[in-house]
């Protein structure tokens, strides 16, 4: 499994998402070498730097993107990875 290089806070964007898919999410993060707690989760980063990691959830997958430009208090971020998250015939995350 390739391990996520960062340094300092991981940007995770949650928009109310269920509690069972964000607690997913973070198992999954740590999967992939990130530690908790610089894992912050929000709805709108504030004080991003370039080249922190953004993670967006989604019901079936992660995007992690690297933080490339700021402008404005707007970050563009470019495509590290994509991680696919597994469920079973009754929606339970099994990966």
Request: net charge negative; hydrophobic share 40%.
């Amino acid at each position: 499994m390739e391990k996520i290089e960062y340094s300092g806070t991981v940007w995770a964007i949650n928009h109310n998402n269920p509690e069972p898919l964000v607690e997913h999410c973070l198992k999954k993060l740590q999967a992939y070498g990130i530690k908790k707690e610089d894992i912050v989760l929000t709805d709108a980063p504030e004080n991003v730097k370039v080249g922190a990691i953004v993670v967006e959830i989604w019901p079936y997958h992660l995007e992690i993107g690297r933080v490339r430009t700021i402008r404005n208090e707007s970050f563009i971020s470019g495509s590290v990875m994509i991680i696919e998250l597994k469920a079973d015939a009754e929606g339970k995350y099994i990966d």
